[in-house]
């Protein structure tokens, strides 16, 4: 797991004292029937959550990720986003997993090049 940059606080507190079910969703394509399976994965006690859809298309995994991400910060859980930085930032998302094939951890830390106001 990488921190993904520049990231609000809702839940790093929790990062530190994790312990107990990683759940990692599956490639579904119907959100709804994704935010229950997680709402159900939370209440069997994940205590993080991975965003991972290798078939969506990338507005899908958007909105699939804030459904998530909505979720997972009511029940002040983690979420995690799968290999995908753009969309880590996008979200706020808790932090960022990188397969061997994806962006460098040195690329996915590097401070963000915001453009001048």
Known sequence: MTPVR???EPAAG???QLRGLYAITPDEPDTNALVRKT???LAGGARM???RNK???AALRRDQGAALLALCRKQRVP???NDDLELAEALDADGLHLGR???SVAVARSPCQLPAP
Do not use: C, E, N, W
């Open 39 to 41: 709402r159900l994965a």
């Open 79 to 81: 979420l995690i986003v």
């Open 101 to 103: 094939d994806d962006v």
């Open 14 to 16: 929790l990062l530190g």
């Open 6 to 8: 520049a990231r609000a």
């Open 49 to 51: 959550v991975q965003y």
């Open 55 to 57: 078939t969506a298309s």
